[in-house]
């Protein structure tokens, strides 16, 4: 059977198509889109693809993704934010969603993920011992752990308690409560509900 599209257009809705939440009609739509598109689109776009991974490193204290420029994160190197306060978050884009409630003036610790056996990552594949080093020589009085509502996320926040508390760490251990639903990752809850959830957090 003939092909119905050039190979080029192909390739480029099975490449749309290989992005997580994109199915096969939406990656279609995208890459019509940008074969009807002014060409500029589509070098703009391929552009900053190529340049994504080059321009984009992780702060070596907070994990979160800096510019490659910069040395460590600006939310860490602020004076005016207290790094005796830590909210611990599973991917980088969990800051993003708790700085727009604008009700916490800590720093952040990035995880890299959550326990998830099924899916081979453990602890040891985590940022847990940078956080243990960071409690330490940052003096940190209170980690508040903003880990997902989900099981994978419950199971990294006990770990962490437990692991936290073995190594003999008096920091005060607080968990984000009240207006996260069970099953709703941080990235996509709504600010109200950050915010209620931050000022709702109870001990650990």
């Known amino acids: 059977m003939a092909q119905l599209l050039p190979s080029a257009l192909v390739k480029a809705i099975d490449e749309l198509g290989s992005l997580p939440g994109v199915g096969s009609r939406t990656a279609e739509r995208y890459a019509y889109y940008l074969l009807k598109a002014d060409k500029h689109i589509a070098i703009q776009l391929a552009d900053a693809l190529l340049k994504l991974h080059e321009g984009v490193k ?9 510019d490659v ?19 611990v978050v599973e991917e980088p884009l969990d800051i993003i969603a708790l700085e727009r409630t604008g009700q916490f003036n800590g720093t952040y610790h990035v995880l890299g993920g959550a326990i998830s056996p099924i899916d081979g990552v453990g ?4 940022h847990i011992p940078e956080l243990i080093e960071r ?9 508040i ?6 099981v994978e996320g419950e199971s990294t926040a006990l ?4 692991h936290i508390k073995d190594a003999g ?3 005060k251990l607080t968990r984000l409560a009240r207006g996260l639903p069970v099953g709703v990752d941080i990235e996509y809850a709504g600010q109200i ?10 001990s650990f």
């Not at 770990?159 to 437990?162: G, P």
């Open 145 to 150: 752990i903003a880990t997902n509502a989900s």
């Open 58 to 66: 992780n702060c070596p204290k907070t994990f979160a993704l800096i």
């Open 193 to 202: 509900t950050l915010s209620h959830a931050l000022e709702g957090r109870r």
């Open 169 to 171: 760490l008096e920091t």
């Open 159 to 162: 770990f962490l308690q437990k």
């Open 69 to 87: 420029k910069e040395d460590v994160s600006p939310l860490y190197s602020d004076p005016t934010r207290d790094k005796t306060l830590v909210c």
């Open 135 to 143: 409690i330490k020589s940052d003096d940190v009085q209170e980690v």
């Open 123 to 126: 602890p040891e594949q985590l």
